[in-house]
């Protein structure tokens, strides 16, 4: 049955003697079980308004379906990022066109070695999922759509990704370029639905071509009360059948595009030939070249040794500047031509979030890539050797980073500020007040966050000698863990007021909460635990050599 893909029969033989296979599965269905616990009572403990008896279930089935979407999504992204990328930077796409492999074969063998893992990470929530028909309000068609867009979710998310790592060689501007991509195909659509019925068009088919191709019109309670819930193809089956073809069908071929894009490696002509005038031409515009070159490596030099190897590309300075103020001239441009519907605190809140992830992870691959680039190739050993040692090194990747990211962020922030102050009115489930509350709290996560995070991805890089895996490590830990922990918080307080003692009342302590749980946890792991690490355990992680690759 899989003779016309080879490595994906491989691929599986492999994976079902792999421990993480199992594993995973296991630790996803955990996960899964403690946040079905952590819904329950969150319900039951509400002393206001006590057990909600049949919207119970559904609340804890969307809950589910959010964690799960999200996993889909980033994991996917996380996963496969560097997986057509790193046999490029190796070499060893030219030994698989030796054989008589097709480039389909490869790539369908990458998804398989890369997803196996995430599919049955996915697969062990679903029985988490169909308890909750037990607690009602959730119907078997809800269920059902539910269960099938999380997979067509994750292979989207697979599929592009594979697609952006094809073209890619540099581990961290394929993963930056892969979380992109992912945002706009699962986000872009739906945006894009709003942007064209806000301006009273609902029956254009435009409208209903972009919603075919947005994941998140399967999930209707995620956009809330939005105003594309009026299109009627939602809820249909029709209408869900031929947007999971659409979508699945965009993901084949976004597959079919990765294949073309590894050809370049096994193949020569006159395409090569043009493409490899284009890269060095690109070449010359990053790095420039005669007196320009030598000017800007003087500069850098003066300030740091290690400032000049991370800032090396002549627009490495303003790539930051880049993005905030494209990001400030599209939401302007939206204000100008939708009025006062961009200037709601739910599209701010949801755009300022997206951004802040996109600056950690960006901090976080910034300061592991080159420190897992010399660990592999051995140079690491020769850098701390030199008058500059260890400490020396860390402290130019940190000033680098400041250099490129310091400024950018303080815009940002000062722009968030003004749009905060200049909120006039709050929306129906969000007060103005709880808006400028959540505000200030994404503001102060992002200061914790990106101080933090280089701490924890330079350790990663150090131990794993990959800067995909230091990335994805440092995100998880930094990330990813304050919330599980700020939830369990959250239920322990939410048990005292049930209790009588009076710790939670208001939606105020909840956010506070976040913060002082955001800010104790990197002070602790990042500041405390992993700092040291680096400053006292640099150097014999150096000699201790990489780890052997595992696919």
């Not at 942007?195 to 809330?224: C, D, E, K, Q, Y």
């Not at 890269?279 to 740091?304: C, E, N, V």
């Not at 933090?452 to 994805?472: E, V």
Request: some cysteine; proline content about 3%; overall charge positive.
């Amino acid at each position: 049955m899989l003779k016309p893909f080879p490595i994906v029969l491989r691929e599986l033989q492999v994976a079902s003697r792999r421990p993480s296979t199992h594993g995973l599965r296991l630790l996803c269905a955990l996960a899964a079980c403690a946040l079905f616990v952590f819904s329950l009572l969150s319900f039951s403990f509400t002393a206001s308004t006590g057990p909600s008896g049949g919207n119970q279930g559904l609340g804890i089935f969307q809950s589910l379906s959010v964690v799960c979407c999200g996993f889909c999504l980033l994991g996917g992204v996380f996963t496969c990022s560097d997986a057509l990328s790193r046999e490029r930077r190796e070499g060893t796409l030219k030994l698989l066109f030796l054989t008589d492999l097709h480039p389909m074969d490869v790539v369908m063998g990458k998804i398989t070695a890369q997803g196996v893992n995430l599919f049955h990470g996915l697969l062990g929530i679903v029985p988490l999922l169909a308890l909750t028909f037990q607690l009602g309000g959730v119907t078997l068609g809800l269920f059902v759509k539910t269960i099938f867009m999380l997979f067509n979710t994750l292979f989207l998310s697979m599929a592009a990704t594979l697609m952006v790592s094809s073209f890619s060689q540099d581990e961290r501007r394929s993963l930056m370029a892969s979380i992109g991509v992912a945002g706009l195909l699962y986000f872009g659509p739906a945006i894009g639905v709003e942007f064209l019925i806000g301006r009273g068009t609902p029956s254009n088919w435009l409208v209903h071509g972009l919603a075919l191709f947005s994941p998140l019109h399967h999930f209707p309670f995620l956009m809330g009360q939005s105003a594309w819930l009026s299109l009627r193809l939602v809820g249909s089956w029709e209408g869900f059948l031929i947007q999971w073809v659409v979508v699945h069908g965009a993901a084949w071929s976004m597959l079919w595009v990765a294949s073309r894009g590894i050809m370049d490696d096994g193949s020569v002509g006159r395409l090569a030939q043009v493409g490899a005038r284009v890269k060095l031409g690109w070449h010359y515009f990053l790095y420039g070249s005669g007196a320009a070159r030598s000017q800007r490596r003087r500069r850098l030099l003066d300030q740091h040794p290690m400032v000049w190897m991370v800032m090396r590309e002549k627009l490495k300075e303003q790539y930051a500047w880049i993005l905030v103020v494209s990001v400030a001239l599209i939401w302007s441009i939206g204000y100008v031509s939708n009025g006062e519907v961009m200037a709601e605190p739910p599209v701010l809140i949801v755009l300022g979030w997206f951004v802040h992830l996109l600056l950690k992870v960006w901090v976080a691959a910034e300061a592991a890539t080159l420190v897992a680039a010399d660990r592999r190739n051995g140079s690491m050993e020769l850098l701390i050797t030199t008058p500059l040692g260890s400490k020396g090194l860390v402290h130019g990747l940190f000033k680098a980073s400041t250099l490129q990211f310091v400024k950018p962020i303080a815009l940002l922030l000062v722009l968030e500020l003004a749009l905060m102050l200049s909120l006039a009115q709050g929306t129906r489930n969000l007060s103005l007040e709880q808006a400028r509350i959540l505000y200030v709290a994404s503001m102060i996560g992002l200061i914790a966050d990106m101080a933090s995070i280089g701490w924890a991805a330079i350790w990663f890089a150090l131990i794993s000698g990959s800067a995909h895996k230091a990335i994805s490590r440092a995100v998880l830990a930094i990330l990813v863990i304050p919330w599980i922990l700020y939830a369990l918080a959250l239920m322990i307080m939410r048990y005292l007021t049930f209790a009588g003692i009076p710790w939670l009342g208001a939606f105020q302590t909840g956010v506070w909460l976040w913060v002082v749980v955001c800010v104790a946890w990197n002070a602790l792991f990042a500041w405390g635990l992993m700092r040291q690490r680096v400053h006292t355990r640099f150097e014999l992680s150096v000699s201790e050599g990489v780890p052997a690759r595992h696919s």
